[in-house]
């Protein structure tokens, strides 16, 4: 049994021996999928030095790869019972095949020993080893990683030489330290790209969390569920927190259904704003005593909104509607002017008047109601619109005997309103 083979051997029975003090002294399974892939790397590599691998050795090698496969996945969900468990399986793996390689090479040096030119020589070995340098040589220089191949293509020709003087003993020797050298390049190359795939993660992770800001952004001005919004900013702290690619697809997959319960529940507050906007420009519509110039202008700026929606514009969306609910408000809120008012003043006390003033009244009771269930959580609109109801009340009773002081209550009731418009937006 070569030194190589000897020591990889030692590794995995070692391992095996100290993983459940060393399984539970870290706190991420990531350790445990990057020693399996070793084992695995050292085996691949003792396979591919080895002549004539039985079914039963190729059978166990895939056994133990599945495992590995299955170590990933539970790494993944960050399941450490299950990915321990995966990689117990696979190192017992690996060592069954390293002992049934340790009893299949004596047999190879054997036959070296009668004959040179047997499958089990000397010469393909070297063939072998000199493709997979070149192998490795194309990995590198695809990759920018600089590493010096010479002490490696010296080893090979000299492999050569001593196995061309049939000196097979110095031959074996310098494949050994082959083996060893292109080991520790293949690791090289390893590290490098398990380095480029951590800044691939990381750079993936920048672009999810500015994706999951503007989400985070719109759920705030669409007025989503607070659960929404907070699921939102949780899964952006913990993407913040992640250092390793499988913690970032964990948390990316998180996202990915946060998005769609945000889209389902953006759709749904979209179509309730256009329909309440719709409803409220109908309803001014009716009205006798509104300025036809300004409810054209409403409708104009509602169809320029939904056109947005509909692009997927939400920023410039979002502006219009701002702008557009306080002109519907200031519309609603001019409906009785100061010329009315001054007109009302000026006319006798008939009933007619009288009742355009309970009328005037119960409509202001009306708005008031409405904004009430706006303002649950807003102190001070919800102390304003109780000193209004309270002013209304005053003016009932004022309509029939005293419509001056009526309508002085229903004007100040009129300016508190547009403050509460503009502050429950």
């Not at 995966?86 to 017992?92: D, G, S």
């Not at 004596?106 to 040179?116: F, G, S």
């Given at each position: 049994?070569?030194?190589?083979?000897?020591?990889?051997?030692?590794?995995?029975?070692?391992?095996?021996?100290?993983?459940?003090?060393?399984?539970?002294?870290?706190?991420?399974?990531?350790?445990?999928?990057?020693?399996?892939?070793?084992?695995?790397?050292?085996?691949?590599?003792?396979?591919?030095?080895?002549?004539?691998?039985?079914?039963?050795?190729?059978?166990?090698?895939?056994?133990?790869?599945?495992?590995?496969?299955?170590?990933?996945?539970?790494?993944?969900?960050?399941?450490?019972?299950?990915?321990?468990?995966?990689?117990?399986?696979?190192?017992?793996?690996?060592?069954?095949?390293?002992?049934?390689?340790?009893?299949?090479?004596?047999?190879?040096?054997?036959?070296?020993?009668?004959?040179?030119?047997?499958?089990?020589?000397?010469?393909?070995?070297?063939?072998?080893?000199?493709?997979?340098?070149?192998?490795?040589?194309?990995?590198?220089?695809?990759?920018?990683?600089?590493?010096?191949?010479?002490?490696?293509?010296?080893?090979?020709?000299?492999?050569?030489?001593?196995?061309?003087?049939?000196?097979?003993?110095?031959?074996?020797?310098?494949?050994?330290?082959?083996?060893s050298l292109t080991l520790d390049v293949y690791n090289v190359l390893k590290?490098?790209?398990?380095?480029?795939?951590?800044?691939?993660?990381?750079?993936?992770?920048?672009?999810?969390?500015?994706?999951?800001?503007?989400?985070?952004?719109?759920?705030?001005?669409?007025?989503?569920?607070?659960?929404?919004?907070?699921?939102?900013?949780?899964?952006?702290?913990?993407?913040?927190?992640?250092?390793?690619?499988?913690?970032?697809?964990?948390?990316?997959?998180?996202?990915?259904?946060?998005?769609?319960?945000?889209?389902?529940?953006?759709?749904?507050?979209?179509?309730?704003?256009?329909?309440?906007?719709?409803?409220?420009?109908?309803?001014?519509?009716?009205?006798?005593?509104?300025?036809?110039?300004?409810?054209?202008?409403?409708?104009?700026?509602?169809?320029?909104?939904?056109?947005?929606?509909?692009?997927?514009?939400?920023?410039?969306?979002?502006?219009?509607?701002?702008?557009?609910?306080?002109?519907?408000?200031?519309?609603?809120?001019?409906?009785?002017?100061?010329?009315?008012?001054?007109?009302?003043?000026?006319?006798?006390?008939?009933?007619?008047?009288?009742?355009r003033i309970k009328l005037k009244i119960q409509q202001l009771e009306n708005e008031l109601h409405d904004l009430?269930?706006?303002?649950?959580?807003?102190?001070?609109?919800?102390?304003?619109?109780?000193?209004?109801?309270?002013?209304?009340?005053?003016?009932?009773?004022?309509?029939?005997?005293?419509?001056?002081?009526?309508?002085?209550?229903?004007?100040?009731?009129?300016?508190?309103?547009?403050?509460?418009?503009?502050?429950?937006?």
């Amino acid at each position: 049994m070569n030194k190589t083979h000897f020591v990889m051997l030692f590794l995995i029975a070692s391992l095996l021996g100290t993983i459940s003090t060393y399984a539970y002294a870290e706190s991420e399974t990531e350790s445990l999928v990057r020693l399996a892939t070793q084992a695995r790397d050292h085996i691949k590599l003792e396979l591919s030095n080895t002549e004539s691998v039985s079914n039963e050795i190729k059978k166990l090698y895939e056994q133990g790869s599945a495992e590995i496969d299955a170590l990933n996945n539970a790494a993944k969900e960050e399941n450490a019972e299950e990915a321990r468990t995966h990689f117990l399986a696979a190192m017992k793996i690996f060592k069954e095949i390293g002992q049934q390689i340790s009893q299949v090479r004596p047999v190879a040096e054997r036959a070296l020993a009668q004959d040179t030119n047997t499958q089990y020589g000397i010469k393909p070995v070297i063939d072998r080893m000199e493709k997979y340098v070149d192998r490795l040589k194309g990995i590198a220089e695809k990759n920018g990683v600089e590493i010096d191949f010479q002490t490696l293509d010296e080893l090979i020709i000299t492999a050569k030489n001593n196995y061309n003087s049939g000196d097979l003993g110095s031959a074996e020797k310098t494949i050994g330290i082959l083996e060893s050298l292109t080991l520790d390049v293949y690791n090289v190359l390893k590290d490098n790209a398990d380095q480029k795939k951590t800044i691939r993660a990381k750079d993936f992770a920048e672009k999810q969390i500015q994706r999951v800001d503007t989400l985070i952004v719109q759920a705030k001005d669409l007025g989503l569920s607070e659960n929404i919004t907070k699921n939102l900013e949780q899964s952006r702290l913990q993407l913040i927190k992640a250092s390793n690619s499988s913690q970032i697809v964990k948390q990316t997959r998180i996202i990915i259904t946060l998005k769609n319960q945000f889209d389902e529940s953006k759709a749904n507050r979209i179509d309730a704003i256009i329909n309440d906007l719709e409803a409220k420009l109908d309803k001014l519509s009716t009205s006798k005593r509104i300025d036809t110039t300004k409810l054209d202008k409403a409708k104009s700026m509602l169809d320029e909104l939904k056109i947005l929606i509909s692009k997927g514009n939400l920023e410039d969306a979002f502006k219009l509607f701002n702008t557009l609910n306080v002109f519907i408000n200031d519309i609603e809120n001019t409906k009785i002017d100061k010329n009315e008012v001054n007109s009302l003043r000026s006319e006798s006390l008939s009933e007619s008047k009288t009742e355009r003033i309970k009328l005037k009244i119960q409509q202001l009771e009306n708005e008031l109601h409405d904004l009430a269930a706006k303002a649950e959580k807003n102190a001070a609109a919800k102390r304003w619109i109780k000193n209004s109801l309270s002013l209304l009340e005053q003016a009932k009773s004022q309509a029939d005997d005293s419509p001056k002081d009526a309508l002085n209550k229903i004007s100040e009731v009129e300016k508190t309103l547009k403050k509460l418009y503009r502050m429950l937006q």
